[in-house]
C-alpha cells in the first residue's frame, strides 16, 4: 500500500511499525489504532507524537527504521532496546535489532509472513498480544517464539 502522503516511494503496511514493530500484535491494532503507519484519524493518539515515526517518515523519507543508515540510532535505542531491559513483556521490542536482519534476509512480504505466524497461537491459531505473551482466545501461555 502506498501514501500519498510521503513523497518517496514507500510501502507501508498496516501491520508494520516505522520502527519495525509488528503492530499485527498490538491489542489495540483493527480497534482504536489502524496500526503506526496509517494516516488515518483514530481514537489512539500516541502514535502522532512518536519520534521514531517523525523521523523515519518525515526526516529521512523511508518506510522503516531498518532501511537507515543510522539504525539502531540513540533515540531508537533509547526508546526501544534499552526499554525495561529486565521485563520480558518487553522482549518485542529487545528483539528489534535481530528482526532487521530477517526483514533483509526474508524481504518484505515473507518477513510479514513470519511475523503473523509467529505471534499467532500455536493451539487455536489465533492472536497472541505483545506484553501479554498467551493467547487471546484460548489463553495458552506462549512459549515458542519462532
Ligand atoms: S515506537 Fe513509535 S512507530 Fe514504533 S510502535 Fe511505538 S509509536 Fe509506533
Ligand atoms: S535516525 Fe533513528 S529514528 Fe530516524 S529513521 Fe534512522 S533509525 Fe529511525
Ligand atoms: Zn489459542
Request: proline share 9%; glycine share 6%; net charge positive.
Given at each position: 500500500m502506498m501514501n500519498e502522503n510521503n513523497s518517496k516511494d514507500k510501502i507501508l503496511?498496516?501491520?508494520?511499525?516505522?520502527?519495525?514493530?509488528?503492530?499485527?500484535?498490538?491489542?489495540?491494532?483493527?480497534?482504536?489504532?489502524?496500526?503506526?503507519?496509517?494516516e488515518e484519524n483514530q481514537k489512539?493518539?500516541?502514535?502522532?507524537?512518536?519520534k521514531l515515526r517523525h523521523c523515519c517518515?518525515?526526516?529521512?523519507?523511508?518506510?522503516?527504521?531498518?532501511?537507515?543508515?543510522?539504525?539502531?540510532?540513540q533515540k531508537y535505542k533509547k526508546k526501544l532496546?534499552?526499554?525495561?531491559?529486565?521485563?520480558?513483556?518487553?522482549n518485542y521490542r529487545h528483539e528489534l535489532i535481530e528482526n532487521s536482519k530477517m526483514f533483509f534476509n526474508l524481504g518484505l512480504e515473507e518477513y510479514l509472513l513470519y511475523q503473523d505466524k509467529k505471534w499467532?497461537?500455536?493451539?487455536?491459531n489465533k492472536r497472541v498480544y505483545w506484553y501479554e505473551y498467551?493467547?487471546?482466545?484460548?489463553g495458552a501461555s506462549y512459549e515458542d517464539k519462532s
Open positions: 503496511i498496516p501491520q508494520l511499525a516505522p520502527c519495525g514493530i509488528y503492530c499485527g500484535a498490538c491489542p489495540s491494532f483493527g480497534k482504536t489504532c489502524y496500526g503506526c503507519s496509517s489512539r493518539t500516541s502514535k502522532w507524537s512518536c517518515y518525515s526526516e529521512k523519507k523511508i518506510s522503516y527504521c531498518f532501511e537507515c543508515d543510522e539504525f539502531p540510532c532496546i534499552k526499554s525495561n531491559p529486565l521485563n520480558p513483556k518487553y499467532r497461537c500455536k493451539s487455536c498467551k493467547c487471546s482466545s484460548c
